[in-house]
């Protein structure tokens, strides 16, 4: 008797042991709360919107800032020709033309003449939407001219030498993207004795990658900032914050990237570098 008591507790043991495990196997799985899935889609979707509004921002901020600078660029020098020209012949009848007015009424045309030309360089044209690299960088200089001389600020450049060097990017993003850098770099000198920057060009030996390097002297940047600067809104100059988010913006869209460095040359404090992958080598055909 006591034997088959046993055996059948051990069975019974045994049988809800077995059955233990078959339930938690075939248990069915909690179902997630829909409204607790329906409050997370609409915080993503929330963001994804700020975020793209803070996109269209810079973009339409930048594209603001760039056609108010091809305007500058032609009235700036083009008005003080005039201005000249006109206060010769106001102030002079014919018979009051020295030699002296005469050049300074040819050189003030020289001078439009240039300008003209120098804007015709603004917008490269051709077919296969190439350009050469020296183009691009004759346009930063020749763009961001008058903001250098007005805070005399010292502008020196190394550039390739091989000047059929090909570029297919579209040309007005990157001398936007330039042209930022250029203005966050002044802005930072305003309170720096004798501010200059440096405008450095490489390709590595693979031609794979372009590096654009852009010193500066001005008040270098904590470690602790450099992972926000090129954040939306972000300044520490009373700025925008617009200007170097947007130059990340394009790294981004050109596959490439951006980044602050402490520079190791005494003359610079700091560096922003530019990696962008090389396109289109040659030169032939892109005319």
């Given at each position: 008797?006591?034997?088959?008591?046993?055996?059948?507790?051990?069975?019974?043991?045994?049988?809800?042991?077995?059955?233990?495990?078959?339930?938690?196997?075939?248990?069915?799985?909690?179902?997630?709360?829909?409204?607790?899935?329906?409050?997370?889609?609409?915080?993503?979707?929330?963001?994804?919107?700020?975020?793209?509004?803070?996109?269209?921002?810079?973009?339409?901020?930048?594209?603001?800032?760039?056609?108010a600078y091809l305007s500058n660029f032609m009235s700036h020098d083009i008005?003080?020709?005039?201005?000249?020209?006109?206060?010769?012949?106001?102030?002079?009848?014919?018979?009051?033309?020295?030699?002296?007015?005469?050049?300074?009424?040819?050189?003030?045309?020289?001078?439009?003449?240039?300008?003209?030309?120098?804007?015709?360089?603004?917008?490269?044209?051709?077919?296969?939407?190439?350009?050469?690299?020296?183009?691009?960088?004759g346009a930063i200089e020749s763009l961001n001219k008058h903001i250098l001389?007005?805070?005399?600020?010292?502008?020196?450049?190394?550039?390739?030498?091989?000047?059929?060097?090909?570029?297919?990017?579209?040309?007005?993003?990157?001398?936007?993207?330039?042209?930022?850098?250029?203005?966050?770099?002044?802005?930072?000198?305003?309170?720096?004795?004798?501010?200059?920057?440096?405008?450095?060009?490489?390709?590595?030996?693979?031609?794979?990658?372009?590096?654009?390097?852009?010193?500066?002297?001005?008040?270098?940047?904590?470690?602790?900032?450099?992972?926000?600067?090129?954040?939306?809104?972000?300044?520490?100059?009373?700025?925008?914050?617009?200007?170097?988010?947007h130059v990340s913006y394009l790294c981004n869209i050109f596959k490439g990237?951006?980044?602050?460095?402490?520079?190791?040359?005494?003359?610079?404090?700091?560096?922003?570098?530019?990696?962008?992958?090389?396109?289109?080598?040659?030169?032939?055909?892109?005319?």
């Amino acid at each position: 008797m006591v034997r088959y008591v046993y055996i059948t507790f051990v069975s019974v043991f045994f049988a809800s042991k077995c059955m233990r495990k078959r339930n938690k196997s075939f248990r069915p799985k909690v179902q997630q709360n829909l409204i607790h899935i329906k409050e997370e889609l609409e915080w993503k979707i929330k963001k994804a919107n700020e975020e793209n509004q803070k996109k269209i921002e810079a973009i339409n901020n930048s594209h603001n800032l760039h056609i108010a600078y091809l305007s500058n660029f032609m009235s700036h020098d083009i008005k003080n020709s005039i201005q000249n020209i006109d206060a010769i012949l106001s102030s002079n009848s014919a018979n009051e033309i020295t030699d002296e007015h005469l050049d300074t009424l040819r050189k003030q045309v020289v001078l439009i003449r240039e300008t003209i030309s120098n804007f015709s360089h603004l917008v490269p044209h051709s077919k296969s939407g190439s350009f050469k690299l020296n183009s691009l960088i004759g346009a930063i200089e020749s763009l961001n001219k008058h903001i250098l001389e007005e805070n005399n600020i010292q502008f020196k450049k190394n550039i390739l030498d091989d000047i059929d060097l090909y570029l297919r990017f579209p040309f007005h993003s990157l001398l936007q993207m330039f042209t930022n850098m250029i203005l966050n770099a002044c802005t930072n000198l305003i309170e720096v004795q004798n501010p200059k920057i440096l405008f450095d060009i490489k390709i590595d030996q693979d031609k794979k990658n372009l590096y654009f390097s852009l010193y500066d002297n001005g008040s270098d940047i904590p470690d602790s900032e450099k992972d926000n600067i090129f954040n939306y809104g972000y300044s520490t100059t009373g700025g925008t914050g617009i200007g170097l988010y947007h130059v990340s913006y394009l790294c981004n869209i050109f596959k490439g990237s951006v980044s602050v460095n402490k520079s190791k040359d005494s003359d610079y404090t700091k560096y922003f570098l530019i990696e962008l992958p090389f396109i289109n080598i040659e030169g032939e055909n892109n005319e």
